[in-house]
């Protein structure tokens, strides 16, 4: 079955600090890849999305993701992070077909310390 | 341009009691989405509608749940009766007509409390 996985429930970085938030998908097929944040009591903003080309993407608030089809992975980082990165991080994956069929991870908390 | 708006933000309610979920879309998206998230079970859909027709309902979770799109600028989500099983944040997403790539943009979120 497709699936994605967010194998970190939580994590706390340093203000200032690198970070990278895993992401891994089933299926073979190249799929459409989103990252999606959500602020406490906020909806989901959409980061950056990957689609095709270019397999290093760039999205607002100096995120990146980079897609990695050899490792099922579509992993996002910031080289710097803020306390106002703290948030809970969504991967999400399209695998055509449905529209209905747009599948979410269980999500990602970041936490960060000054 | 305005996103998705969605009305109430918050409702608590008693078991029992009907609650209607409101929802308009970006205009000129011609998909739209229901989606529940909850801690135990993270983001699920619900329900969504391409050109105000449902499409899929299979994740709507009793007959408890009915939802409708009377036209391409509004939609509701029913629950009658609630529970207080139903207490989570509703989503509402939209996608434009020319996204093949399934695009979504969230609103806001309503959060249900059923006591």
């Known amino acids: 079955a497709q699936s994605v996985t967010q194998p970190d429930i939580h994590i706390t970085v340093s203000e200032g600090a690198s970070l990278e938030l895993r992401c891994n998908y089933s299926y073979g097929a190249t799929p459409y890849l989103f990252w999606y944040v959500q602020s406490p009591g906020q909806g989901l903003q959409l980061l950056l999305k990957y689609f095709s080309g270019d397999t290093l993407v760039q999205g607002i608030k100096g995120f990146e993701a980079e897609f990695k089809r050899s490792q099922s992975s579509f992993n996002l980082r910031k080289p710097s992070v803020h306390w106002s990165d703290a948030a809970e991080y969504f991967c999400a994956v399209y695998y055509g077909g449905s529209q209905g069929n747009l599948i979410f991870g269980k999500g990602t908390k970041l936490s960060v310390k000054p | 341009d305005a996103g998705v708006i969605q009305s109430p933000r918050h409702e608590v309610t008693e078991m029992g009691q009907e609650v209607t979920l409101r929802c308009k879309p970006i205009?000129?998206?011609?998909?739209l989405f229901w989606y529940r998230q909850t801690m135990m079970r993270g983001l699920e859909l619900l329900i969504y509608f391409n050109n105000n027709v449902p499409i899929d309902d299979s994740g709507m979770p009793e007959d408890r749940f009915s939802a409708k799109m009377p036209n391409a600028s509004f939609s509701t989500l029913k629950i009658q009766p609630s529970e207080p099983r139903d207490s989570a944040v509703y989503f509402c997403?939209?996608?434009?007509?020319?996204?093949?790539?399934?695009?979504?943009?969230f609103g806001p979120g309503t959060r249900l409390t059923v006591l």
């Open positions: 997403a939209s996608s434009p007509a020319e996204s093949s790539y399934n695009e979504q943009f």
């Open positions: 205009s000129g998206h011609n998909s």
